[in-house]
């Protein structure tokens, strides 16, 4: 073979071997940059996982702790021209776990629109209405069966009484920020009543 002959050849195989070596950096550059986008994808899905697992959890807790309501009742004062308390009637959420009711502060949109936990000396008391085991001599509601009476006195608490026709809103906030709430509405007419259906 020929001098040039041999020179061309050379150069074709350097060429052949700087294209060969070009591709491998290209591959190992892929490579580095699938493996860090796999990396970022995992994180993301990771948070995601998190927030999730977070959020249900948080679900959860509120349909444990949330009270429901299954009866109200106003009382008309001694002159017969007011509201001055309602009797809310609760029983725990149903498939949910115990709930303890002295936990539970009540709030209201009426007048001051103060707070005071159940169980407290004037605002808010509670009296067992069905019970079987006597876990609401503790405030507890154990059972699907269990009724407790919530009776809130809007006049200490708030400082106002209920007219006929007027309405306001009464929260039952638990410790997790589950909240219940429930409208209540007085009647048009007081006259000659003791309690009302609110």
Known sequence: MSEPNRRRERTARER???SSV???ILLIAALLIAAATAGVLFEVVGGFQSDAATAS???A???IARAVVVGST???NTTGETVDAVTLVVKRAEGGGNMDLNDVVVGTT???GAEAPVGSATEVSLTALADDDDSLARGVLNDDGDRA???IDLAALTGVELRPSESGTIRLLSPDG???RVRISVPSSLTGKTTVAV
Do not use: F, P
């Open 16 to 18: 052949r071997a700087q």
């Open 22 to 24: 070009g591709s491998i």
């Open 57 to 59: 959890d948080k679900s």
């Open 61 to 63: 807790d509120r349909v």
């Open 74 to 76: 106003g009382h008309v």
């Open 110 to 112: 009426i007048g001051s």
């Open 149 to 151: 009476a919530l009776r």
């Open 178 to 180: 589950a909240t219940t």
